[in-house]
């Protein structure tokens, strides 16, 4: 078997993603649905064409789930070492991980098989270090109010069936030629609805693992990012209090109120296009950190080598 070009894939991948990287796994699924609903065109193709687009579909979204959470950092990336990752390491992938070409997220993402559905639970519970399959069966759907309103999946033995039917037909479909139609149209649809079941509660359990109860309408966002403003705020405030210790000067006092009025100007510069949009708070409130993390981030860099000195 001919070594495969791990790099190079992954590059090529990038290019075709282009700049923005797509995650509407839920609505594409849902336009597999409708396609058959419209009953237009040959639905016998149709129906053989999409068991293997939803596999695929299952796959880029494990995949870029695992590429997210890898290069989040600890503990995800420790956990990643315990993955069958097939990675041949050479100079040239070590020097696109050095520069920044291609994530180590990326490279372990596109380096491990997904052609079973075990294998893709056995990647979640390892990376997120919880059973997920029994998060899968908890995992309920939230609303805006403050109660859940019900199960995302209600019979998990009920997904799991059709999830690894989908899997075989898929490999049926793909590597054989069978003689005779190796499933059932009423199949398609179970398919289709078990595959968005199962992103709506992956997604889930993921964002609910990495950011909590994670605010869900447009005014808990406004508050949740003005709070996290406001704490990074709060470190840089610390920060300049003790580079005029170690330095005996007030001078970045000065200078910080000088720059604290370009981050409000930058901050209202990019969000002029949202006008009195509701959303332009959230906008601002996370432009406003980033500008003040990159702050953060230089004046660390000033104080350690002023210290080393």
């Known amino acids: 078997m001919a070594h495969r070009d791990r790099l190079n894939e ?7 993603s282009g700049r923005h990287r797509r995650r509407t796994f839920k609505w594409d699924l849902e336009r597999l649905g409708q396609m058959r609903a419209d009953e237009r065109g040959d639905q016998e193709l149709l129906d053989e064409l999409i068991p293997a687009r939803i596999v695929t579909l299952l796959e880029v979204f494990v995949r870029t789930w695992i590429e997210e959470l890898v290069d989040k950092g600890a503990p995800y990336v420790e956990r990643a070492a315990s993955l ?9 992938i070590a020097r696109s991980l050095h520069g920044g070409v291609v994530t180590v997220g990326q490279l372990i993402a596109h380096s491990i098989s997904l052609n079973r559905l075990e294998a893709i639970f056995a990647v979640f519970e390892t990376l997120l270090g919880v059973n997920f399959l029994d998060e899968l069966g908890r995992v309920r759907r939230r609303s ?11 019979e998990l033995p009920v997904l799991r069936r059709s999830l690894g039917r989908l899997f075989e037909l898929r490999h049926i479909l793909v590597h054989e030629l069978p003689a005779k139609r190796p499933f059932e149209s009423a199949e398609i649809g179970e398919f289709v609805e078990a595959a968005q079941k199962f992103v709506e509660a992956a997604d889930e359990i993921i964002n609910t ?42 001078t970045i006092f000065a200078v910080q109120e000088h ?3 370009f981050r409000r100007m930058e901050a209202d510069r990019q969000t002029e296009k949202f006008g009195r949009g509701t959303i332009r708070p959230t906008i601002r409130n996370v432009i406003s950190q980033d500008l003040t993390r990159a ?13 080393d000195e």
């Open 144 to 154: 805006i109010t403050e109660t859940p309103i019900g199960p995302i999946i209600e």
């Open 84 to 92: 069958k990752a097939e990675i041949k390491y050479d100079f040239a």
């Open 10 to 16: 992954i590059l090529e991948i990038k290019e075709r």
């Open 295 to 307: 702050r953060i981030a230089e004046l660390k860099r000033w104080l350690e080598n002023e210290q």
């Open 209 to 250: 693992i990495l950011y909590g109860e994670y605010p869900l309408t447009q005014a808990e966002m406004n508050t949740a990012s003005g709070a996290d403003f406001l704490a990074a705020d709060e470190e840089l405030s610390n920060l300049c209090k003790e580079i005029a210790r170690v330095s005996t000067s007030d």
């Open 259 to 261: 720059w604290q009025e």
